[in-house]
């Protein structure tokens, strides 16, 4: 079943016609071919799923009526990854999984050793890109709450941000504790992940004085495309969410 967006969900009542027009509509009609019967799914990003089913394809839009209307209950696992820019898609490739799999919001890291600078017209293109990669992988994995990108924040930044959490975990190959030690857990967490070239000194100093706390995965070192998925997914089997 495919999933589609519609800025005016929350209006939408069970029973009604729904015409879904715009970008989205001619999406479902002419790429999804979507035919009379068939069923998808509505949201706006923010919680709610309808459920509809195809009265019409218009060709560049379909006519629906809406059959189901529910809303998606908050995890008790509130997940942020702070994501390092990193070189090509390497950085795009850690957002969409993180995205598939549960985080609710992203924050783009300007380490110390980032090889990919984001500023001034960069800065703005940058977060677009995320945003657009955020809103793709949500559909691909039929999530109906869309993760917030955040623009880029300096390690300084980063280091203020940390007790907004309850708990900030920073992937270091060389941490004493490993995430396994810590698991399971609840809560508002942000997972931290370095750039390529690693997280400079200075900067495992700095967010450890704010609170945060540094951990391993193992023996091995994961790229920055992987180390991110490969914690949350650690953290999401331990816990609940795959129940």
């Known amino acids: 079943m495919a999933l589609f967006f519609t800025a005016v969900a ?9 015409v879904l027009s715009g970008e989205e509509g001619r999406h479902a009609a002419t790429v999804k071919r979507l035919r009379v019967g068939e069923s998808l799914q509505l949201t706006d990003g923010t919680g709610i799923r309808i459920e509809a089913k195809v009265l019409e394809n218009r060709g560049a839009s379909l006519e629906l009526k809406i059959e189901a209307i529910t809303e998606e209950e908050p995890s008790s696992l509130q997940l942020t990854l702070v ?18 799999l549960g985080a609710v919001s992203i924050v783009p890291w300007q380490a110390n050793r980032c090889v990919s600078k984001w500023e001034d017209a960069k800065l703005v293109r940058g977060v677009t890109r995320w945003q657009t990669i955020v809103a793709e992988a949500a559909k691909q994995s039929l999530r109906v709450t869309t993760p917030n990108v955040l623009s880029a924040v300096s ?46 000194l200075s900067e495992l100093e700095l967010l450890e ?35």
């Open 10 to 18: 929350r209006t939408l009542t069970s029973g009604q016609t729904y």
């Open 83 to 100: 994501q390092a820019l990193a070189k090509g898609d390497r950085d795009e490739l850690a957002v969409q999984a993180a995205t598939e």
């Open 155 to 200: 390690s300084s930044e980063l280091a203020e941000m940390v007790s907004s959490f309850d708990k900030v975990l920073v992937l270091d190959p060389t941490g004493e504790k490993s995430l396994r030690s810590l698991l399971p857990l609840t809560g508002k967490l942000a997972v931290v992940v370095g750039p390529e070239g690693g997280i400079d």
């Open 209 to 243: 004085r704010a609170g945060a706390e540094r951990v391993h995965l193992g023996t091995g070192i994961l790229r920055t495309s992987t180390a991110g998925l490969a914690a949350i997914s650690a953290i999401l089997a331990f816990g609940s969410a795959w129940d």
